[in-house]
């Protein structure tokens, strides 16, 4: 008898301990902190970490960031893109759907008024130690709108500050008879024809379930950033891939498997590395962020059939300078992401460009990456690139509607060579 009453008060312990757990559990994952123990030891043996669009991520980083802000060398960027301004933050994973049944109003989108005291202290304080450290000696002294230009003047802007070249034969340090067997002979603009429609596709974790995959496959041309793949998401993110546009980082570090991994055989590639602001290609050339000649050149050898740029250097900072001219605040003294990057690169190649998710949708999530599974909230707003103010100006410039934005993330941009000036 008294074995018996032992062994059910044993059992309720032990019941109640488990549905302890289990809320414990159920909270952290709510919270968008669980991060899977795989990724985060990935993380970890990264010195810098990427952006939204980029392959790894990094709460584990920024988090480094707010504890060493004196230190010089550092790491990366965030990642990801979706976002969410004053938007609805409450209004993540199931309550999405109930609360979005109303009318689109322009409270869902991407307020394009968004700032810095809209993030979570954490990304305020990430953002404050990069403004401090300064790694890449930014000295900016240009002008600042203090009204705001119009859609069309600020996309004028654009094209008339922003140089899109890709390092050619002819360019400094690279005009020796060695790189001269490693850089394509023809230019980008050569390379792919005359596009109409193009798409630019971020990594956001707010591509999952979307099934926008028909839509962007549609397009003449696809462009996709660092390791997103398309095996297994067709119905959300299609399968044409024209242009993968990637980091110095993903090229060079070892367990990226840049040289092997398949997924980088298909379409044009174009790798781009943060250089000192405003420096001459001679300087960016001996300081570069990561040393991805060597795997370039194997990568040439391996594959000389595939045509791969790397991005000029200059315009980086040509792009940054725009961003600071038409913020309000100090924005974070590093390049932009490589989602925008992307996106000016298409509008100097295509009529018109349409962007999937980097404005967030309704299906905006703390998840970073759709083909990944861990959440930072730096991945829609930025921690090491300038995210929150390249939204921003997006937003701005957008031809698509706010409804467009809720339901496809999608803004639509025009291609320069369309645009009167
Ligand atoms: C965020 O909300 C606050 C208070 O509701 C408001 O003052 C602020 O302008 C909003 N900012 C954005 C970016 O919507
Ligand atoms: C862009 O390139 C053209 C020709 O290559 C050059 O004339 C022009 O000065 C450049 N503009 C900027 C802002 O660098
Ligand atoms: C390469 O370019 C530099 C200028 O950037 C020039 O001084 C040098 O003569 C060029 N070298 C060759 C082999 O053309
Ligand atoms: C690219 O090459 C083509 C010839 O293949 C030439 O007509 C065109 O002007 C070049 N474009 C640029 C931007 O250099």
């Not at 009318?103 to 130690?129: C, H, I, M, Y």
């Not at 020796?176 to 490693?182: E, G, K, L, N, P």
């Not at 995210?387 to 921003?392: A, H, I, V």
């Amino acid at each position: 008898m008294v074995h018996i009453n032992l062994l059910k008060k044993w059992m309720y312990v032990l019941l109640a301990f488990f549905v302890v757990l289990t809320i414990c559990f159920w909270k952290e994952t709510y919270k968008g902190y669980y991060v899977p123990f795989k990724i985060e030891s990935k993380t970890f043996q990264i010195p810098r970490v990427l952006d939204k669009w980029d392959v790894l991520k990094s709460r584990m980083l920024s988090n480094e960031v707010v504890g060493k802000k004196n230190q010089a060398s550092v790491p990366g960027k965030e990642t990801q893109g979706k976002t969410k301004g004053n938007v609805s933050a409450t209004a993540t994973g199931n309550n999405l759907e109930a609360k979005t049944k109303k009318s689109v109003g322009s409270s869902k989108v991407w307020n394009e008024d968004t700032s810095s005291s809209n993030l979570t202290p954490r990304l305020q304080k990430v953002r404050k130690n990069y403004l401090s450290m300064n790694k890449y000696n930014v000295a900016y002294n240009g002008p600042r709108n203090a009204v705001k230009l119009s859609p069309e003047k600020l996309l004028c802007q654009l094209q008339d500050r922003v140089n899109v070249t890709m390092v050619q034969r002819s360019d400094g340090p690279f005009n020796t008879s060695d790189w001269h067997r490693y850089l394509p002979r023809r230019n980008i603009s050569g390379e792919v024809g005359h596009l109409g429609r193009c798409a630019v596709v971020s990594s956001a974790g707010s591509l999952k379930s979307s099934r926008l995959g028909p839509e962007i496959d549609s397009h003449d041309a696809v462009l996709r950033f660092n390791g997103a793949p398309t095996k297994g998401f067709l119905n959300d993110v299609g399968g044409k891939t024209t242009l993968r546009l990637i980091n110095s980082q993903l090229v060079t570090v070892e367990d990226q498997h840049f040289l092997t991994e398949t997924l980088y055989n298909t379409g044009i590639l174009i790798v781009w590395d943060p250089a000192p602001y405003h420096a001459e290609i001679h300087e960016w050339y001996r300081k570069l962020d990561y040393d991805f000649f060597k795997n370039y050149k194997q990568y040439r050898n391996r594959y000389p059939e595939q045509p791969f740029y790397i991005l000029n250097p200059k315009m980086q900072w040509q792009l940054w300078d725009v961003l600071q001219e038409n913020s309000v605040e100090d924005i974070q003294p590093n390049p932009p992401s490589s989602g925008l990057l992307g996106i000016v690169i298409m509008m100097t190649l295509c009529d018109e460009v349409d962007i999937y998710e980097f404005l967030p949708s309704k299906r905006q999530t703390d998840i970073c990456h759709y083909y990944q599974r861990f959440h930072d909230r730096a991945c829609t707003m930025g921690a090491y690139h300038p995210l929150l103010f390249e939204k921003n100006l997006v937003k701005h410039m957008n031809r698509g509607t706010d409804e467009a934005i809720y339901t496809h993330g999608k803004v639509t941009l025009p291609g320069f060579r369309n645009m009167q000036c």
